[in-house]
């Protein structure tokens, strides 16, 4: 089917950016939508952004103007660019990726964001 593996997680101070990535492979659907979720300790799962075929992007209001997410269609690649890291945007980042009209949901399998004080 569709298979997601994301990249670029790591330790990083506060104040400091990273740069996610996640390359989807399989049977990847034209109509789709992919995103960014992420689940930090103590709380529940989270969209933080999603971008469409047609690259029209949504945002949580936490990230607003800190993060952008973007794709290369052509190389099936979803990025997350975080700027500005908090202390609140710790926790496990995963690439999800819905087909539209179905109920097709894939995830990859989550990378690790930590951000020092």
């Known amino acids: 089917q569709v298979q997601l593996v994301e990249s670029g997680g790591g330790l990083v101070q506060a104040g400091g950016s990273l740069r996610l990535s996640c390359a989807a492979s399989g049977r990847i659907f034209s109509f789709n939508v992919m995103g960014w979720y992420r689940q930090a300790p103590g709380k529940q799962r989270e969209l933080v952004a999603s971008?469409?075929?047609?690259?029209?992007?949504n945002y949580a209001s936490s990230v607003k103007g800190r993060f952008t997410i973007s794709r290369d269609s052509a190389r099936n690649t979803v990025y997350l660019q975080m700027n500005s890291l908090e202390s609140e945007d710790a926790g496990v980042y995963y690439c999800?990726?819905?087909?539209?009209?179905?109920?097709?949901?894939?995830w990859g399998q989550g990378t690790q964001v930590t951000v020092s004080s």
């Open positions: 971008i469409t075929r047609g690259d029209s992007t």
């Open positions: 999800n990726l819905k087909v539209i009209g179905t109920r097709n949901d894939y």
